[in-house]
């Protein structure tokens, strides 16, 4: 379609060759489900679900928080930056190298985007898993500021939600990446002492430490049409029992099947369907501002 209308035309006057048309490299976008070519514009404006097939793509970390109240997400913890403790070197490149070219592409410090924000005008706490930044993998700075943000959501009495997309822990970083599974797990059930909930919302796609730690515990866990979700890849389960796994496997809909999830919801229902979950708690934003002490006011008046 682009090489259609890049085509050259003949002048009239010259006869010669004229200068192809400046279309953008990135006006439209092929779907990986039906290979349907999508104008990029009317995909964005359907949150990057195909028009054609409604084969949900990923979404940056940025993007996900567009579905909040315009102007209501606060950024925390963006000064937490990653470091190389194991010197890590492959024969292609250090992990240092492969750091600053993630940060360079994705925007981000690292693979989690934490803060504060609200779905008409009910406040929570968020972590955003980023898959572009090295596939989401859960390292030293995304354990700690999803921990924060769970002990945020805690201290102000509000509560949290969690947007996940990981390829697992990060190897680059060893034991010090698994530890955070543990350290997030703990902050949860501080969050639980608090009584607030977690909302996890699994998306494509979700595996290895990330799945079988803190998503799979969460009050209320939600996964989008079509979303890969396990621990271990299928090709690796098969090689390991030797058996043929089941069509469908693991994805959203086998999960759901299988008591693994408790609904699975297509992202142009999220936010209503987050609205209502996040109203269940309390029975409205005015209230529940009422409700609050003193902390979450002080937060909000500070922002304001």
């Known amino acids: 379609m682009k090489e259609f209308f890049r085509r050259t035309r003949k002048s009239f006057d010259t006869g010669q060759s004229a200068e192809p048309s400046q279309i953008p490299d990135d006006l439209w976008v092929k779907c990986p489900s039906c290979r349907e070519l999508i104008y990029r514009k009317e995909l964005n404006d359907n949150l990057k679900v195909c028009p054609k097939c409604s084969h949900h793509m990923r979404m940056s970390a940025r993007e996900w928080v567009g579905l909040l109240d315009v102007g209501s997400f606060s950024e925390e ?9 194991l010197g890590f070197v ?3 490149e250090s992990y240092a190298n492969k750091l600053k070219k993630s940060q360079q592409r994705a925007g981000m410090a690292d693979a989690m985007l934490t803060g504060i924000g609200s779905i008409n005008g009910t406040w929570f706490s968020i972590g955003v898993g980023d898959f572009g930044f090295m596939g989401a993998s859960m390292g030293s700075v995304y354990g700690e500021k999803l921990a924060r943000a769970a002990e945020r959501a805690a201290e102000l009495k509000i509560p949290l939600l969690t947007i996940n997309s990981s390829g697992g822990a990060r190897q680059q970083e060893g034991v010090i990446a698994l530890m955070q599974m543990a350290k997030v797990t703990m902050a949860l059930s501080r ?7 977690h909302i996890a919302v699994m998306v494509d796609p979700c595996y290895g430490g990330v799945t079988a730690s803190y998503p799979s515990v969460a009050d209320v866990i939600i996964a989008e049409p079509g ?3 396990g621990f271990a890849g299928k090709r690796l389960i098969e090689q390991i029992i030797r058996q043929k796994l089941p069509t469908g496997f693991q994805t959203a ?3 759901l099947q299988h008591g ?6 297509p992202r142009s229902d999220l936010r209503d369907t987050l609205d209502r979950l996040l109203r269940l708690f309390k029975r409205s934003a005015q209230a529940e501002l009422k409700a609050h002490p003193p902390t979450l006011l002080t937060y909000l008046k500070g922002r304001a």
């Not at 693994?260 to 919801?265: A, H, L």
């Open 77 to 85: 913890d963006a000064h937490l930056l990653p470091t190389d403790p």
């Open 90 to 92: 492959t024969p292609e």
């Open 191 to 197: 969050l639980a002492e608090a009584g607030q909930p």
């Open 227 to 229: 979303a890969n979700i």
């Open 253 to 255: 809909e086998f999960m």
């Open 260 to 265: 693994m999830v408790d609904m699975v919801v």
